[in-house]
């Protein structure tokens, strides 16, 4: 199959009138100009989006149902992590052994229950806990658990950063008071991301002692970012893109009632109110969970905030599946899938292909 793109976006530049052929999922090759029998992409196309931290969408729970995935593959994103809010152990790896992948989810982000009490947020604090080794292997074990989030700070937080990056876990330090010194202790037992920056930690990230002013200014940390214009105002993003630019990981942190209306919903077991498509706990107030999607982000990030297309790709697209180590997706190239997204002019979505194949 060959598709004819006037313009392909991607992590490292832009190229026009190009026409990419796909075989068996995968792109074959990119060859200037149009070929006849080519189907015509009418718009930018940039590669699917990859969303490292998501808890649902469309009414279904990542955690529990496939569906969540197929809601989030309609509005590009072709590589994502299913997300788990803390839960006890039993009843994270009795989901884990039973959880069904949608098409586009390669694996799942544990983000509980190993934070901190000070910085929970929408996580029941009576679920939180300190690693043991012996629970850490039987997370591994499932080969499912792709990334975890961890509060360097708590007993037992470094060595199980250290045994879970020796198995192929991205570790992301979050929902955390970490000081500076353990942020760098949790960096050399092998910490590579901050789970959503700016939520759920401290806040001033003019000071380097904290975990945010570690992580912006004195780190090389990849960092995720919630681009809602609510979680982080728009105006302290633009702080961070400038400190950080080359180390955004944009994700949704969407809840299972992303793309749902206005109304009262369940965060794993805590009950939540959305108004204006901005959800919190019904008790205590905090944010819990975003109804954001890839596109809506990543239209905000060009749009809004006058990040280029190539940056935002980057951001979007190419950087978390390095972080993922997933090396057959983020980027159009040859021997990529051949998953990307049709852009119109104002960065709308307009059409996902999920290897070569339309999603509708
Ligand atoms: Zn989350």
Redesign the pocket.
Same mark, same amino acid.
């Given at each position: 199959m060959k598709f004819f793109a006037p313009q392909i976006i991607t992590g490292s530049g832009v190229q026009k009138e190009r026409t990419i052929q796909v075989e068996n999922g995968l792109i074959t090759s990119i060859d200037f100009g149009s070929a006849a029998d080519a189907i015509n992409l009418n718009g930018s196309v940039i590669p699917g989006f990859v969303d490292i @931290?998501c808890?649902g969408g469309g009414g279904f729970d990542s955690s529990v149902d496939p569906r969540a995935g197929e809601f989030h593959l309609k509005t590009g994103t072709t590589t994502m992590l299913a997300?788990f809010?803390s839960e006890p152990i039993n009843s994270i790896v009795a989901k884990l052994e039973k959880l069904e992948f949608a098409r586009n989810v390669i694996g799942v982000h544990l983000?509980g229950p190993y934070i901190s009490h000070a910085h929970c947020g929408a996580h029941k604090a009576e679920y939180l806990t300190n690693p043991i080794k012996s629970d850490l292997e039987k997370f591994v074990a499932t080969k499912k658990v792709k990334h975890i989030t961890i509060a360097p700070e708590i007993e037992g937080a470094l060595d199980a950063i250290k045994y879970l990056s020796q198995n192929e876990v991205l570790v992301a330090i979050g929902h955390s008071a970490a000081n500076s010194d353990v942020v760098n202790l949790a960096i050399d037992n092998g910490a590579k991301i901050v789970t @959503?920056l700016y939520n759920g930690m401290k806040k001033d990230y003019s000071d380097k002692s904290t975990l945010i002013g570690s992580a912006l200014h004195d780190s090389n940390l990849g960092l995720e970012l919630i681009l809602d214009g609510v979680h982080v105002p728009l105006q302290i993003i633009k702080d961070i893109i400038a400190a950080a630019n080359t180390r955004i990981i944009g994700i949704t942190?969407a809840a299972p009632f992303a793309g749902q209306v206005d109304g009262e919903y369940l965060l794993g077991e805590l009950p939540v109110q959305v108004v204006d498509q901005v959800a919190r706990l019904k008790t205590g107030g905090a944010l819990a969970?975003s109804t954001l999607t890839m596109d809506k982000a990543f239209a905000t990030a060009i749009n809004l905030l006058g990040i280029n297309p190539v940056d935002a790709v980057q951001m979007y697209c190419t950087r978390p599946a390095f972080y993922l180590a997933a090396k057959n997706v983020g980027d159009i190239a040859i021997g990529k899938k051949a998953n990307f997204l049709v852009m119109n002019d104002e960065w709308q979505l307009k059409q996902v292909y999920f290897e070569g194949e339309l999603v509708s």
């Open positions: @931290h808890h997300s809010v983000e @959503h942190d969970g």
